[in-house]
Nanobody, 127 residues
Framework: QVQLVESGGGLVQAGGSLRLSCAAS????????MGWFRQAPGKEREFVAA????????YYADSVQGRFTISRNNAKNTAYLQMNSLKPEDTAVYSC????????????????????WGQGTQVTVSS
């Protein structure tokens, strides 16, 4: 079992920044690949970013490439999503997820491949 708790969401003006955190417990975080997803009202869940557990390989959705950065601190059992140059269309509930089965440098963009999910944190970007 892995428990995930997100924090850091809030209201920000367009062009601003936020850093989301995802604290993990219950398993060996250093061997878990992590992902961030978001879901806006009336829309399907959307992949945002992922990071492997070996080598720090990262992958981003085209819509956030160059603006968002995913990272992890294994000593703190925490993954992060730094969001810069935020746009109103980034408004959504952001959730982190853990993939405990993927290989060391693997990342996945598919929600069904993730085994555990946090409760989500709201990010609202005003224009």
């Amino acid at each position: 079992q892995v428990q995930l708790v997100e924090s850091g969401g809030g209201l920000v003006q367009a062009g601003g920044s936020l850093r989301l955190s995802c604290a993990a417990s219950g398993s060996t975080f250093s061997r878990i690949a992590m992902g961030w997803f978001r879901q806006a009202p009336g829309k399907e869940r959307e992949f945002v970013a992922a990071i492997s557990w070996m080598g720090g390989r990262t992958y981003y959705a085209d819509s956030v490439q160059g603006r968002f950065t995913i990272s992890r601190n294994n000593a703190k059992n925490t993954a992060y999503l730094q969001m810069n140059s935020l746009k109103p269309e980034d408004t959504a509930v952001y959730s982190c997820a853990a993939d405990v089965n993927v290989g060391g440098v693997g990342v996945t963009t598919t929600p069904r491949n993730y085994d555990y999910w946090g409760q989500g944190t709201q990010v609202t970007v005003s224009s």
